[in-house]
């Protein structure tokens, strides 16, 4: 009895929340090749510390830099803090002054504004169609054990069985995210100095890693943290006088944004994303089917003739 009203249920949630959700959907698809083509593109000893210090020395001689940000699949080094507004982005090649977007990090920076607030600072209905998703998925749990057979229905049922605590866990952690959920331990408490200077944290960042797996250089709660591909994991340390400290795993980042495994976590969130994407176009394909369906006329029936005998 209680079935028929759960499938009603989930489809008009479906209905109602279907265009955000393709844009959040379809931008983590973007966004799950990112930490791939990061971990792709860095060749090793491609960037050295020596390298970056002198690239800040042409391009930050007075030593403003607050923030550093390196793509290597462009070849991009991103300096913040030297002009007020704006960023100065570098070739790590040729030393030069980029003055033109890169195809990719504009096409990955516009798909995270879009998945993170639907590029309208529209974060809220972000959140409230991701709570939308688990409802949704609950709702198809609820409706028990599906059969599975070689039709849209078949497979929408059985994707979304098969892959289920993966569906589960992607929206679930970027709930936490939004929420700032982390289940990650607080820093030690003490006492905090001035953040070391930009171009002693690159040193000290080259002394232990390579920094062709540079990601960012940045301020965060009174400390200077970077963080770096290690083994295909992106890793965050905090950069003091006496050194690098591994800051705490957060686990809730690293599953969502797919880059606790180098290219294999990121084919994960693209399969995750691909999934959801095929269980909206199937579901959307069984209502339309549906409502087909009832709206075609019924052919009238004809009544045969009398047959009379003289």
Known sequence: MIKPWLLRLHRWLTLAFAVPLAAIVLSGLVLSVEP??????????????DRVIALLAQHD??????????????????????RPDDTIDVDTVTGRELTEDGTLSNLF????????ALLLD???LVQLSTGAMIVLMLLGIAMGWPRFAN???????????????L??????????LAWGISFTSPPPAGPRGAPVPMVEAVRKLGEAHDLSNLVWIRGRGGRLLARIVEGGEFRVYAVGEQGLTATSRNWVRLFHEGNFAGIWSALMNVVISLALAGLMVTGLVIWARRRFRKRRPRPARTMAPAVTTG
């Not at 039709?151 to 605590?165: D, I, M």
């Open 109 to 116: 920076y516009y798909s995270r504004v879009l998945h993170e």
């Open 61 to 82: 001689p007075e030593g403003k830099a607050r923030s550093l940000s390196y793509r290597a699949y462009e070849n991009r080094l991103s300096i913040g803090g030297v």
């Open 151 to 165: 039709t849209v229905s078949g497979w929408h049922k059985g994707v979304a069985w098969v892959l289920l605590p």
């Open 36 to 49: 791939a083509a990061q971990v792709v593109a860095a060749q090793p000893g491609s960037l050295t510390a």
């Open 122 to 124: 529209l974060g809220w």
């Open 167 to 176: 569906l589960v866990l992607s929206p679930l952690t970027g709930l936490f």
